[in-house]
């Protein structure tokens, strides 16, 4: 029998993982004793707050949480998920009817594309994206498709002419503020308009909310539920992973519209029992007693932030600052332009000891960029970026073959 997973149906949609080129060479680079400061990968370097992880060692201990859970969460982490909701945007939601909790917003994302979409059902999204966007689309063989989003204000008019020009009708839009990799940000008229559209052509809404928390100088990123009547067509989906530094925990829920919450709920019962309850319970904690840990995580982004603007400025490449998430997504200086976006971030690692993430793992619209995760500490970004000063100037220094 062939070795190579390829040959198999769902396989051959999956192309080859783009940043597993990066991340080849950092483990090489590692494993030879050579230092390499990684802003590749979105993997929060925080410890989760002391309270929930001491919530979870003392759930742990009781016998009776080792037991299968419930697959759509414990009724009091749904419930503590909507008090958050309430006191956060305003928004009431049933905990039984329009929460479920899910195995961080991947599983919410894969499972709820597998559960409601079909053959050939379109999907719009922005590009470029988180992977999962597109390709959860195609291995629940759905036809992804893609509008470009230099900014929301252009993705917004894409999508009009969109729906006024194409023979077949989304099926579901997928969207995600703030964004990843490209950081932008929208108010909640944008979502009012994104609703309305839906509304009108019966489209149904995920927005993935993985950043809700992560926003900086007092700008406050709106829940897609806040609009009147959106949980008829939408979905919101709420991650722990990066407003806890929870990402090992994998615990997310998703949040809104009734129908498609059954879907995958009924799909979820199927294929898992839940995440370990002790999780749960410690979620609970996290959600209910640790707000103002999640105001200390995202001060410490923003001080990050700062700093590798900062430094980035000073090596000559100016880059804009991010309103929100946990990424710079900074534009290929103009010299390496043509040499594009993996080649560019292989030079980075190689010449730099820069690990960053290629604009194009993140779809064809990504080339051009590169994207920097702010998970290394204030002094080694400044590090980083002396670095690249170093290796910005020397380049410059050569003179063109
Ligand atoms: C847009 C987006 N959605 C979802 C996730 C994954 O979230 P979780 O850890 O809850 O699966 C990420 C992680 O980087 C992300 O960037």
């Given amino acids: 029998m062939p070795e190579d997973s390829d040959e198999f149906y769902r396989i051959q949609k ?50 009776r949480n080792h037991r299968y859970s419930q697959s759509r969460g414990i009724s009091r982490l749904r419930e503590e998920i909507t008090l958050r909701y309430a006191a956060n945007y305003g928004v009431k939601l049933d905990p039984d009817k329009e929460a479920i909790v899910t195995i961080g917003a991947k599983d919410a994302l894969a499972h709820l594309l597998f559960a409601t979409i079909g053959p050939d059902d379109v999907v719009v999204s922005p590009n470029p994206a988180y992977p999962i966007h597109q390709y959860g689309v195609m291995m629940a063989e759905g036809h992804a498709c ?148 999640t105001r200390k995580i995202c001060a410490t982004y923003q001080k990050r932030r700062d700093v590798l603007v900062d430094g980035l400025r000073r090596a000559g490449w100016a880059v804009e600052p991010p309103r929100g998430s946990m990424f710079v997504w900074a534009p290929i200086p103009e010299p390496f332009r043509s040499i594009g976006s993996l080649e560019f ?40 970026t002396r670095s690249i000063g170093q290796f910005l100037k020397q380049e410059a220094s050569v003179p063109a073959a």
């Fill in 146 to 293: 893609m509008l470009p989003m230099p900014d929301a204000a252009t993705f917004l008019s894409r999508l009009k002419d969109f729906y006024r020009t194409s023979p077949r009708k989304p099926k579901m839009l997928l969207i995600s503020f703030p964004h990843n990799p490209t950081t932008t940000c929208v108010d909640l008229e944008f979502f009012r308009e994104i609703v309305g559209l839906a509304r009108e052509h019966g489209t149904m809404v995920v927005h993935d909310f993985a950043y809700a928390d992560l926003c900086f100088d007092g700008y406050k990123a709106p829940s897609i539920l806040q609009v009147e009547g959106a949980a008829e067509v939408a979905v919101e989906i709420f991650s722990m992973s990066k407003s806890y530094n929870m990402a090992g925990w994998r615990v997310g829920f998703c949040l809104g519209n009734r129908r498609m919450i059954a879907a995958l709920a009924r799909i979820k019962s199927y294929l898992d029992y839940g995440v370990f309850q002790p999780i749960q319970i410690a979620s609970i904690i996290a959600l209910r007693e640790c707000e103002e840990d």
């Fill in 14 to 63: 999956l192309p080859p993982y783009v940043f597993a080129v990066i991340n080849e060479m950092r483990a090489k680079a590692r494993a030879a004793q050579i230092d390499v400061i990684d802003m590749g990968m979105g993997n929060p370097d925080g410890a989760t707050p002391r309270a929930i992880v001491n919530k979870l060692v003392e759930a742990a201990r009781n016998p």
């Fill in 345 to 384: 971030s292989k030079l980075l690692l190689e010449r730099a000891l820069v690990a960053v993430s290629p604009g194009i793992g993140f779809g064809p619209m990504g080339e051009g960029h590169v994207r920097f995760a702010l998970i290394e500490n204030d002094h080694r970004i400044r590090q980083a």
